[in-house]
């Protein structure tokens, strides 16, 4: 299995662009979450979907930021407009509901975006 | 609402000596906590857990639910263990982990 996937690893936009992330996650993995990681704030959630659907997204910043999961396949999260503060790199994970792998997370290698 | 703290951002030490990064949490329930490693151009990833009370890489971690704290300890530092270390808490969704701010740890030869 080659984990999470991740894309675009990285991206340079202009403010006021519309910015699109993609995550694959491990096939039987029924939770999926986007983290926000930054040196000062280190890693934070922005949302959560079990089962495709959205759990909580009390975490998403602002009305800029949107994320949706259509199957258990793939997962997006966009933003538009971008702004320079939301340059950082933006991490998917993914679980398995399982009691036996209660809190492990498998993420992927992150999307570093920076907007200019 | 939950919270974790790493008081620490970067921590240096020598190698073969003690290391120790700290980390204090705020919940109401009964927690789980988890440690986290992040190696140089490595992916995130789970380093141990404290129902498992288990040692990973000669790194312990005990909870201890009077001081809040889940403090990561390992009593001979290497080389290879010079990477960016994240406390987590799990709380009221097994799933969802509260990360904290994380602590750069860098061993010297």
């Known amino acids: 299995d080659a984990g999470v996937i991740q894309s675009p690893r990285h991206e340079v936009t202009e403010m006021g662009q519309e910015v699109t992330l993609r995550c694959k996650p491990i096939?039987?993995?029924?939770?999926l979450f986007w983290y926000r990681q930054t040196m000062m704030r280190g890693l934070e959630l922005l949302i959560y979907?079990?089962?495709?659907?959205?759990?909580?997204d009390s975490g998403m910043p602002e009305d800029r930021f949107s994320a949706k999961m259509p199957n258990a396949s793939f997962s997006t999260l966009k933003i538009q407009p971008s702004e320079p503060r939301d340059s950082a790199v933006y991490f998917c994970?993914?679980?398995?509901?399982?009691?036996?792998?209660?809190?492990?997370?498998?993420f992927g290698e992150g999307s570093r975006l920076t907007v200019l | 609402a939950q919270r974790v703290t790493q008081p620490e951002k970067l921590l240096s030490v020598f190698k073969g000596a003690p290391v120790e990064l700290k980390c204090n949490y705020s919940?109401?329930?009964?927690?789980?906590l988890f440690w986290y490693v992040q190696y140089s151009r490595q992916r995130l990833q789970l380093l141990l857990r404290?129902?498992s009370r288990e040692s990973i890489k000669g790194f312990t971690a005990d909870l201890n639910k009077g001081e809040t704290s889940f403090h990561l300890k390992k009593p001979f530092a290497q080389e290879e263990d010079s990477a960016m270390y994240y406390c987590?808490?799990?709380?009221?969704?097994?799933?969802?982990?509260?990360f904290g701010e994380g602590t750069q740890l860098t061993v010297n030869p």
């Open positions: 994970a993914t679980s398995r509901e399982d009691r036996g792998l209660v809190g492990e997370l498998f």
């Open positions: 987590a808490l799990s709380g009221m969704s097994i799933s969802r982990l509260t």
């Open positions: 919940y109401s329930g009964s927690p789980e």
């Open positions: 096939s039987g993995h029924n939770s």
């Open positions: 979907f079990n089962n495709n659907v959205p759990i909580d």
């Open positions: 404290h129902i």
